[in-house]
C-alpha cells in the first residue's frame, strides 16, 4: 500500500544504508566517518527509494552530506559505466549566495578524494561537473553552462526563475532527479520563498521523470506546514512526503545573565558599564564568541565599546548586512581560520554560513522568538555531539522577564509557529508572465499549475482573472506609461506574452527584494538634516516627533523619497529612531509571557508565600540566578501594588496625565506586529469618536494612545473601541494617505512589474520609482478602487505580513472572556514605563530617557511604600 501524505520518518541502521553505496562511496565514507549522523540514518535511504523528505536538524550536523549522498551515489555509480550525459541531474538552490561557493567547495573536496580512490583501484570515472550560477556569475561560464551543463547546479531562488525561461540551459533541466532546497526555513515565511515555490511547480511541469525534493531547515514548527511548502499539491491533494526531524539530537545549555540587579535604580552610564564588563568576561573565559545584537547600529556600538575595553589581544569584528561583501568574506575567513577572538553580528550569521569553530554565543537583549534563539545558538558547539552554550545578557527589566519565559520555552523545545504569506499576487504577476514567455495557457491549465504551489492553493480563479486582466493592460494606465505584458483573449481564456521586448523586461525585474534607500530629512524651508531608513519612514503618520542627530523635528509630509519635517523645541518625540530595526516579538511566544505574569500574580497575592518564596520559585523552575530572580520577584512586587498585573486573563488599561494630555495604556502583550494593527484602529475610532487626533506609540508589551486634555475615555467607550466587528475596514480605513500605504505600494508595483526598476538595461532610480508609485496610486483609488490587484496586495501585505492581522483579531475575540480593567493612576505604572518613553530613546537622549524613568520610578516607589504601609496597618 503506498505511503499517504506527510508522515513522520524512521530511522535505518548503518549496515541498510552501507548496503546501498556504490562501493568507491562506501569505502571513502568510513575512511572519513565512524558512522552515520542522525539527519543521514533518516534521509539517505529514503531519498534512494524517490521519497521527497523534509531534514530539520542544528547546524554541523551533517544534513548537507545527508542530502547530497544520494546524489553522488547515482552520479558515481553512471560515471564509472560511462553514462553520464550533459544534462544536470540535481539541482541545489540556497537564499545565500555566500552558501553556494560553500556548498560547491564541500562537494568538491569528497570528488577530489573519491577519484584520487577510484584511479589508485584502476576505475575510470568520468568527470562530475559541479557549477554555481548567480546574478554574479561571469558570462563566460554562463556561457560555458548552456553548453555543457553541470550534473550539480547551485543556484539562488531568483536565478532559478530566470533559467526557467531561458531557451537553452532550461532544455537540460528536463530530467532532474533530485531537487534540493536549503535553509527552507528562511525563504518559507517571505516572499522569496512565495516566489521560490512557484518556479518549483513550473521546473516540476517540464520534467520527464520523478523529481524528488529534500528540503534542510533549522529549527521550525510546525513541520508539517514546512513540508507541504516544499512538496505542494497534485490534482488539489498534497503530494507525499517524510519528514525527519532530529532538530533535538544535540544538547544545549542557555541561561540568562543580567548585568546588574536593579535596572531602575542604576544609571545609564552604570548600566552600559556592566554590561561591557559582562560580555568582556565572557569572551575571556572562551575560545571564540558569537555576539548577536538585534540592530545593526548596536553591532557596531558594541564592537566599538568591546575593542576599547579588551585591546588589541583579543581581535573582534562586527558582520551585517550593510558591510560591502568583501568586507564580510574576509571576517568570515578570519573567524574560519581562528583569528579572532570575538565576532559581533546582527542577522546575517544566523544562517548556515560555515564559520568554524565557536564556543559560546551571547545573545544581547531578547532575539525575541524562541526558533531565533535557537538557531543562534546552535551556531555553537558546531559537532553534533558538542553542547551548543548560550548566553542571554538582558538590557532592561521587560527584557529580564522576556528572556526568562524565552530560554524556559527554548530548553523545552516549545517552537513559536511559522507563517506563510497567502497568494500574494504581485509574486503571483512576475510567475504569469515567465509563463507567458514560455508558451501559450489556457487559464485553467495555468490555474492549475499555480494551485499546485502550496501558498496559492487557494487562489480563486476570479482573482487570478483579475491579475491576467491586469497584466493584459488597459488604457488609464497606458497614459501613464504602463504598457500591458501579456495578452489575454477572456472567451477564450487563453492568454500568452506580448512582443519581443518581453524577455529582457522580465530577466531585468524579477525578484522580491526591494531597492533599499535611504530618505532624505529636509526642513519646510528647503534645508537638508540628514538621512532615515525607508523602514522607519513608513512608520511616520502626520504630527509625528522624532528625534535625528540630536535634534527634535514633526512629519509634516513627503515627497518622492523625501520626508517635510518642521524643527520643534521641547515636544517629546513619539517615534523611537531605531525603531525600524527591531525583531518584533513573537505571538506565541508573548502569550506564553502573559501566562507568566499570571503565575508571578498568584505567587504574590498568596497569603502563605513570601517574598523568599517567589525567589526559591523562579530559581527552581525558570534557572534563573539569585540577583534576576529578586529583581523579577521586585518588579512584579511593585506593578502589583501599584496599579494590576495585567495577564492572560486580565486586561488591563490605565490612565494618567501627561503635560496637558490624556494618556491611556493598554497593556496588550502581543508583539509589536499585531499591537500595529489594533493600535492604529483603536486611534483611529478614538479620533472619530472624540472628534480630535490621537497620537500613538507601540511596543511589543502594548501601545498607547495620546488624546488632548479633558477628551477622556470610559470604560464602555475603549470596550467599543477594542470590538473586532469591522476591524479590517477600519484598517483600511486608518491606513488611507499613510507612508507605509505609499512605500508598500511601491515594492508590490515594482514587484507586479508595473513600475520598471530597469527597463532594456536603464536603472530607473527609486526616487522616480516612487514619483511614478505615487500618481499610480492615485489613479487606482479614483478609477479602479481597492480591490485593484496591485493595491488589494498592498493592503494585505501590509495587514497579514507586516503586521499581524489574524492574531490582532485573535486577541480582540480573547477579550470577550478576559476581564477587562481601566485604572486611573498618577503616573504611569512600572509595566508601562517602557512604553511610556518609548519616543524618548535616541543614542543622544539615552541618558534623558533613563533620567525620566528614574524620576518616575522614585514617584512610584514612594507611592507603593504608602500603600504597602496601609496595607500593613489594615492587617
Known amino acids: 500500500m503506498r505511503q499517504k501524505g506527510i508522515v513522520q520518518g524512521k530511522e535505518y541502521e548503518d549496515s541498510e544504508i552501507e548496503k546501498l553505496l556504490h562501493p568507491l562511496l562506501r569505502e571513502w565514507f568510513k575512511s572519513k566517518f565512524t558512522s552515520f549522523t542522525p539527519p543521514q540514518k533518516y534521509a539517505i535511504y529514503e531519498a534512494f527509494k524517490g521519497n521527497n523528505i523534509l531534514i530539520s536538524s542544528p547546524t554541523g550536523s551533517g544534513k548537507t552530506l545527508a542530502a547530497f549522498l544520494t546524489t553522488l551515489n547515482m552520479l558515481i555509480d553512471l560515471a564509472s559505466k560511462n553514462e553520464l550525459e550533459d544534462r544536470v541531474y540535481t539541482l541545489y538552490v540556497s537564499p545565500l549566495k555566500a552558501l553556494n561557493n560553500d556548498i560547491r567547495k564541500n562537494l568538491e573536496e569528497p570528488l577530489e578524494e573519491i577519484y584520487e580512490l577510484a584511479e589508485r583501484k584502476g576505475i575510470k570515472l568520468q568527470p562530475i561537473r559541479i557549477g554555481v550560477r548567480t546574478g554574479d556569475t561571469e558570462q563566460k561560464e554562463r556561457q560555458q553552462q548552456t553548453r555543457k551543463p553541470p550534473h550539480i547546479f547551485i543556484t539562488t531562488p531568483e536565478t532559478l526563475s530566470i533559467i526557467l525561461v531561458s531557451p537553452k540551459l532550461s532544455r537540460s533541466l ?82 540568562v545573565i543580567s548585568p546588574v540587579e536593579d535596572f531602575f535604580r542604576e544609571s545609564s552610564e552604570s548600566i552600559s558599564e556592566k554590561l561591557y564588563e559582562t560580555l568582556a568576561d565572557l569572551i575571556k573565559s572562551s575560545k571564540t564568541t558569537l555576539i548577536f545584537t538585534n540592530t545593526r547600529s548596536a553591532t557596531e556600538r558594541v564592537v566599538y565599546n568591546l575593542r576599547k575595553r579588551l585591546g588589541k589581544d583579543f581581535p573582534i569584528r562586527a558582520h551585517h548586512s550593510s558591510l560591502s561583501k568583501n568586507v564580510r568574506l574576509e571576517v568570515e575567513d578570519e573567524l574560519k581560520n581562528g583569528k579572532l577572538r570575538c565576532v559581533v553580528s546582527s542577522t546575517s550569521l544566523e544562517l548556515g554560513i560555515d564559520i568554524g569553530y565557536i564556543d559560546l554565543v551571547v545573545l544581547l537583549g531578547s532575539p525575541k522568538s524562541i526558533n531565533r534563539a535557537l538557531q543562534r545558538i546552535g551556531r555553537s558547539g558546531h559537532k553534533l555531539h558538542e553542547v551548543s552554550v548560550g548566553r542571554v545578557v538582558v538590557v532592561d527589566q521587560d527584557d529580564l522577564v522576556e528572556c526568562t519565559v524565552l530560554t524556559n520555552e527554548a530548553l523545552n523545545r516549545r517552537l513559536d509557529r511559522i507563517k506563510i504569506p497567502q497568494k500574494p499576487l504581485d509574486v503571483l504577476c512576475q510567475h504569469i508572465v515567465g509563463m507567458a514567455i514560455e508558451k501559450k495557457w489556457s487559464v485553467d491549465e495555468a490555474l492549475k499549475l499555480i494551485r499546485s504551489s502550496y501558498p496559492y492553493r487557494n487562489l480563486t480563479k476570479d482573482e487570478f482573472i483579475s491579475v491576467l486582466k491586469y497584466l493584459a493592460g488597459h488604457s488609464d494606465f497606458e497614459k501613464k506609461r504602463v504598457y500591458g505584458k501579456i495578452w489575454f483573449d477572456e472567451s477564450e481564456e487563453v492568454f500568452g506574452r506580448r512582443g519581443k521586448l518581453l524577455r529582457p523586461i522580465y530577466y531585468l525585474n524579477v525578484g522580491t527584494i526591494p531597492d533599499e534607500v535611504a530618505i532624505k530629512v529636509i526642513t519646510k524651508e528647503g534645508k537638508r538634516v540628514g538621512k532615515v531608513e525607508e523602514e522607519f519612514a513608513e512608520r511616520l503618520v502626520r504630527g509625528d516627533v522624532f528625534v535625528l542627530a540630536g535634534r527634535t523635528f514633526r512629519f509634516l509630509r513627503s515627497k518622492g523619497m523625501n520626508i517635510i519635517v518642521e524643527e520643534v523645541e521641547g515636544e517629546k518625540p513619539t517615534v523611537p529612531s531605531w525603531f525600524s530595526e527591531q525583531l518584533p516579538l513573537s505571538y506565541d511566544l508573548a502569550l506564553r509571557i502573559q501566562r507568566f505574569r499570571r503565575e508571578m500574580e498568584e505567587i504574590l497575592n498568596s497569603e502563605l508565600l513570601e517574598f523568599e518564596d517567589a525567589v526559591y520559585y523562579l530559581r527552581k523552575n525558570y534557572n534563573l540566578e539569585r540577583s534576576s530572580a529578586e529583581a523579577i520577584v521586585r518588579y512584579f512586587r511593585e506593578q502589583n501594588l501599584f496599579s494590576f498585573i495585567p ?86 480605513r486608518a491606513l488611507d494617505r499613510t507612508e507605509i500605504l505609499r512605500r508598500r505600494f511601491r515594492h508590490v508595483a515594482v514587484r507586479s512589474l508595473m513600475v520598471l526598476r530597469n527597463y532594456l538595461g536603464r536603472e530607473k532610480s527609486v526616487w522616480r520609482q516612487q514619483l511614478n508609485a505615487d500618481s499610480l496610486l492615485r489613479l487606482i483609488k479614483k478609477n479602479f478602487g481597492n480591490d485593484f490587484p496591485v493595491l488589494k496586495e498592498t493592503y494585505r501585505e501590509i495587514m497579514e505580513d507586516s503586521m499581524d492581522l489574524e492574531n490582532a483579531v485573535d486577541f480582540l475575540n480573547r477579550l470577550r472572556q478576559m476581564e477587562i480593567r481601566l485604572a486611573r493612576t498618577p503616573y504611569p505604572s512600572p509595566f508601562a514605563l517602557n512604553i511610556f518613553v518609548l519616543g524618548e530613546e535616541d543614542v543622544v537622549l539615552m541618558e534623558d530617557r533613563k533620567k525620566i524613568i528614574r524620576s518616575l520610578y522614585e514617584k512610584i516607589t514612594r507611592l507603593i511604600e504608602l500603600r504597602a504601609e496601609a496595607l500593613a496597618d489594615s492587617k
Open 174 to 255: 528536463t530530467r532532474i532527479k533530485f531537487l534540493i532546497i536549503d535553509e527552507i526555513h528562511a525563504v518559507a515565511e517571505n516572499k522569496r520563498g512565495t516566489h521560490l515555490s512557484l518556479s518549483v511547480e513550473r521546473l516540476q511541469r517540464i520534467q520527464e521523470g520523478k523529481m524528488v525534493r529534500i528540503g534542510l531547515s533549522a529549527t521550525i514548527h510546525p513541520l508539517e506546514e514546512v513540508a507541504k511548502f516544499l512538496v505542494g499539491f497534485e490534482n488539489g491533494r498534497e503530494r507525499d512526503c517524510i519528514i525527519a526531524d532530529v532538530s533535538f539530537s544535540k544538547p544545549i545549555d542557555i541561561k
Open 647 to 732: 495577564t492572560d486573563k486580565r486586561f488591563l488599561i490605565e490612565n494618567f496625565q501627561d503635560e496637558g494630555s490624556e494618556c491611556y495604556v493598554f497593556h496588550s502583550l502581543i508583539g509589536r506586529r499585531a499591537n500595529s494593527a489594533i493600535s492604529r484602529v483603536v486611534a483611529f475610532r478614538a479620533g472619530m469618536l472624540k472628534n480630535c487626533s490621537v497620537k500613538i506609540a507601540i511596543n511589543d508589551n502594548g501601545f498607547m494612545l495620546k488624546l488632548p486634555y479633558r477628551k477622556r475615555l470610559s470604560k464602555e467607550e475603549i470596550i467599543e473601541l477594542l470590538s473586532p466587528e469591522n476591524f479590517v475596514d477600519h484598517l483600511v
